[in-house]
């Protein structure tokens, strides 16, 4: 399984690497959504992309939405993970296509208790 | 080496002599790591350019201070915690419980050992998908702690604490925005009342109930007092009934009197406890139907 973490926080990359890689993840990086992109459309096949909102050059809902509009990255599971914390924001964001949304700040648990929801960890992990 | 940890051992030390003075809570050397994920956001609300920078602030600022040792105290509790009771509930034990209240129509449901309330709500979520219009459900939520009781009553839970198991749909579709924290809808609340329990004391007046969830709280009681608790807990649950204990509790020893009081199910990966006799058996295939507080919630 490979993880796709888009943030323009180089130390909240460092802190979600760790906590995927820790799950077992292959870890890939972008700064903002544009780079994340261009690492997919030049063969980069994340099964999971964890993603913030708030980036400069392209943002993570328009990133969502780029996604979404190709069927070859159908299979891609896309969650938020940013300070953005309106219902209307993540209804935006459920609307667009992410699966899941993680409201920072958050725990190490809480990564891992989504991934489990989407079924991308085994039950186990945390019992 | 402290792997991908940016922040200075300084500040670790003095943010952890804090919570240590404050909550009694340790934080060890080598939960660098943990310590910059909680604070990591909050330095970024503040506009601080390093965790290093934002420890500096919690110093001076009462409010940051109180900030920073909410998010290095949170409450381990989550939603839908461990996930098999909640997936037993709507598949097994729901249905048959269903089937045979036809005409009473209402399902009743006891959180012991409530602590902020995530449990009893979870439950009033499934509850809230699966009953069928016309049928009735109340969730009684006792705890031996005022604070805690006041916590389920108010149905406010903070940023940290949403993010832990709770599917965003949910989030959106049963809280709303309360200032920096998220407060349970109306419907939801309702269907939860709470009372002061000390589970080592008496039970008298609590009534029966359909589901009783005491789930990892007896390891806190020595072996008497846990025995004791699951003699006088089994005139509380209904004939037909399901007591849930935690998934490393359903294997204790059990005295004579109790293994005579007591049968296990295995339902899934849970294992229920149902008082001995029980007769109605799993009943498959609930599918989840709009009741009247999802037609009102989704403006159906």
């Not at chain 1, 979404?68 to 891609?76: I, S």
Request: aromatic share 6%.
């Amino acid at each position: 399984m490979r993880a796709l973490i888009i943030d323009d926080s180089r130390a909240m990359r460092s802190i979600l690497r760790r906590i995927v890689s820790g799950l077992s993840f292959e870890t890939a990086e972008a700064g903002h959504g544009q780079e994340a992109l261009d690492q997919m459309e030049a063969g980069l096949d994340p099964d999971l992309c964890l993603i913030d909102w708030n980036m400069p050059v392209m943002d993570g809902y328009t990133f969502v939405t780029r996604v979404r509009a190709n069927p070859a990255w159908r299979n891609v599971t896309l969650m938020m993970v940013t300070t953005e914390s309106e219902q209307g924001q993540i209804v935006r964001a459920l609307a667009a296509g992410a699966h899941e949304y993680v409201i920072k700040p958050f725990t190490p648990d809480a990564i891992v208790e989504k991934l489990q929801l989407l079924g991308l960890v085994d039950k186990g992990v945390l019992a | 080496m402290r792997l991908g940890v940016t922040m200075a051992p300084a500040s670790f030390q003095q943010i952890a002599a804090l919570v240590l003075r404050e909550t009694s809570i340790i934080y060890e050397p080598r939960k660098e790591y943990l310590v910059e994920a909680r604070l990591h956001p909050l330095a970024v609300q503040a506009g601080c350019s390093s965790v290093d920078q934002y420890v500096a602030l919690v110093g001076v600022d009462a409010q940051e201070r109180r900030k920073a040792i909410d998010a290095l105290t949170i409450n381990e509790t989550s939603w839908f915690r461990d996930n098999a009771p909640y997936q037993a509930f709507t598949e097994t034990m729901l249905p048959a419980l269903m089937a045979s209240r036809t005409e009473r129509r209402h399902i009743s449901i006891w959180s012991a050992a409530c602590s902020s309330g995530q449990e009893a709500y979870s439950i009033a979520m499934l509850l809230d998908q699966h009953l069928p219009a016309g049928w009735t459900a109340d969730i009684l939520a006792t705890d031996v702690s005022t604070a805690m009781l006041a916590r389920v009553e108010a149905g406010r839970y903070s940023q940290v604490e949403m993010n832990r198991g709770l599917p965003a749909t949910s989030l959106v579709k049963y809280f709303t925005r309360a200032g920096s924290e998220w407060q349970v809808v109306p419907a939801l609340r309702d269907m939860v009342r709470t009372r002061h329990l000390n589970l080592a004391e008496s039970y008298i007046g609590i009534g029966t109930f359909d589901l009783v969830l005491l789930r990892n709280v007896l390891i806190y009681f020595d072996q008497p007092t846990r025995h004791d608790i699951l003699r006088r807990i089994h005139p509380h649950v209904a004939g037909d009934g399901y007591l849930l204990l935690g998934s490393s509790e359903t294997t204790l020893d059990m005295p004579a009197d109790l293994t005579a009081l007591w049968d296990r199910e295995q339902l899934g990966r849970v294992q229920a406890h149902r008082p001995a006799g029980a007769t109605n058996r799993p009943v498959h295939g609930l599918s989840a139907t709009a009741s009247p507080i999802s037609a009102a919630l989704t403006g159906a």
